[in-house]
């Protein structure tokens, strides 16, 4: 589906036809909710509990988990020396 889209797009900017630009821009709408609803479908595979309770659960799903939410953090701390630098 992302193939499509880029061909789609390499097509409309080089015809500059309306017609070729919907076409990708309704591709490019239906490819974000098909990338979004898989990242949900993830997410909740990786949260799921099946009615278990932390303790309970297989070590490696317990790792999974904690390894996502290390990855979504937005720490910026190794450009810290360089920013007050004088």
């Not at 500059?16 to 821009?25: E, I, R, S, T």
């Not at 990242?39 to 799921?48: A, G, I, P, R, Y």
């Not at 790792?63 to 810290?80: E, G, N």
Request: a positive charge.
């Amino acid at each position: 589906m992302i193939r499509k889209k880029q061909k789609l797009y390499n097509r409309a900017r080089r015809s500059n036809g309306q017609a070729d630009y919907k076409k990708f821009k309704d591709l490019r709408e239906a490819t974000k909710k098909r990338l979004t609803l898989a990242h949900d479908k993830h997410l909740l595979d990786l949260l799921k509990t099946d009615e278990m309770d932390f303790e309970t659960r297989k070590p490696t799903e317990i790792k999974r988990f904690w390894t996502y939410i290390r990855s979504k953090r937005q720490d910026d701390v190794a450009s810290l020396p360089w920013r007050y630098q004088r």
